[in-house]
């Protein structure tokens, strides 16, 4: 068996930036409009009218300062609310994989590899612009590695999740080095035009790279032990996929084609399981709360952070215990906890304790223990 470990990490930060400022004046230009259209059916009572949105309510609902996105344009265009992002050919890399192959490029710089070293891809996001082939076979190829690839989907958990699986294929022996790569368009599948989330989400890539600890070249981070679980929920659903179109109303605008989640339910259910499943993870590899020395947790929003640090430490962690890059990049998904243990890890010395961890929908939960080496 091998001690497997993170050698390298890679964050891509699209250049485009969305204020809240910039997002508030967009989404109520839409709202106005709306309002306006329907003036006859809101004073009939038989349509809701659109409630306005303002920088204060984003922020106090959940710490998010701006976001990046790969299009702005089309975001804050009230006539069109979504990203517009050109039509590739076939025979140019996706949009997924060009986001991928940067990150990559920088988690490979770090560890001292070349994509020639990697036999083993796994590309962990929450969605993927296509069924097949495999976004993950495509960034292979890019990359030059070897071996095999995949993609993984496990909503916001797919990065802990994919780490995880390259880890337990490192122990075995089935492959030597991985890159768990997450790039995530969250843009792409939220509804702008939704008040009550019109701001949640962010863009960005995280890749890690993961090898045998015997062959690091340097610090690294050993892989004490992961933990995965997943308990079923519709608390957060996005009904769109193939099969949509062999239904009745199959090409209809629906609103369940976007993201959906039910908040207050999420709240109340998420934050005990996931606070009990790091306790758990804990007390099986023999770690107090007070040995850990960074926690880097998924990064959705701030009152659910500041929950569970304070519920897992037993008390207010310090900024630089728990970073935040919330307000910065809103929420990416699975890459928002690898985003924080990416920016915020180099401080930490030999023997450092920390342990970076995801949860999201499903419900699906997973927490990597690592220890710097």
């Not at 004490?224 to 308990?231: E, F, I, L, N, V």
């Not at 209809?252 to 976007?258: C, G, K």
């Not at 009990?276 to 804990?282: E, F, G, M, T």
């Amino acid at each position: 068996m091998h001690a497997p470990a993170i050698t390298g990490s890679g964050v891509f930060t699209p250049q485009e930036v969305v204020t809240n400022a910039e997002l508030v004046a967009a989404y109520n230009a839409y709202a106005d409009r709306y309002n306006a259209r329907h003036a006859a059916e809101i004073a009939a009572g038989t349509l809701m009218a659109k409630q306005r949105s303002s920088e204060k309510f984003i922020v106090d609902a959940s710490g998010i300062e701006q976001r990046h996105v790969m299009d702005k344009t089309g975001v804050l265009n009230p006539e069109v609310l979504h990203p517009l992002l050109r039509q590739r050919s076939d025979d140019e890399p996706g949009i997924m994989a060009e986001m991928a192959l940067d990150a990559c490029n920088t988690a490979l710089a770090q560890a001292g590899r070349e994509g020639a070293e990697v036999d083993l891809v796994i590309c962990a996001a929450s969605n993927h612009e296509r069924p097949y082939p495999a976004v993950a076979i495509e960034i292979q190829a890019l990359l030059g590695a070897r071996g095999l690839a995949f993609d993984m989907n496990v909503a916001c958990s797919s990065a802990t999740f994919g780490i995880q699986a390259a880890a337990d294929m490192i122990r075995t022996g089935s492959v030597r080095r991985a890159i768990v790569v997450s790039p995530e368009i969250c843009s792409g599948h939220l509804e702008w035009r939704d008040r009550d989330c019109h701001f949640i989400f962010g863009d960005v890539c995280t890749a890690l790279v993961l090898e045998r600890a015997e062959d690091a070249q340097g610090r690294h981070f050993r892989i004490r032990s992961t933990r995965c679980a997943t308990h079923f929920s519709n608390n957060i659903r996005n009904n769109n996929g193939f099969l949509r179109h062999t239904r009745p109303d199959g090409l209809a605008d629906r609103r369940d084609m976007q993201f959906m989640q039910e908040g207050r339910k999420v709240f109340k259910e998420v934050l005990p399981l996931v606070s009990r499943h790091i306790a758990r993870h804990l007390a099986d590899e023999d770690v107090a709360p007070a040995d850990l020395s960074r926690l880097w947790l998924h990064q959705a929003n701030k009152h659910m952070n500041d929950f569970i640090g304070k519920k897992v430490l037993g008390r207010t962690p310090a900024s630089d215990e728990q970073p935040n890059i919330l307000q910065n990049y809103a929420n990416t998904s699975s890459a928002g906890s690898i985003i924080a243990f990416a920016q915020q890890s180099e401080d930490l010395e030999k023997g450092a304790i920390g342990l970076i961890c995801s949860f999201g929908a499903g419900y699906s939960v997973g927490s990597v223990l690592v220890e710097r080496a």
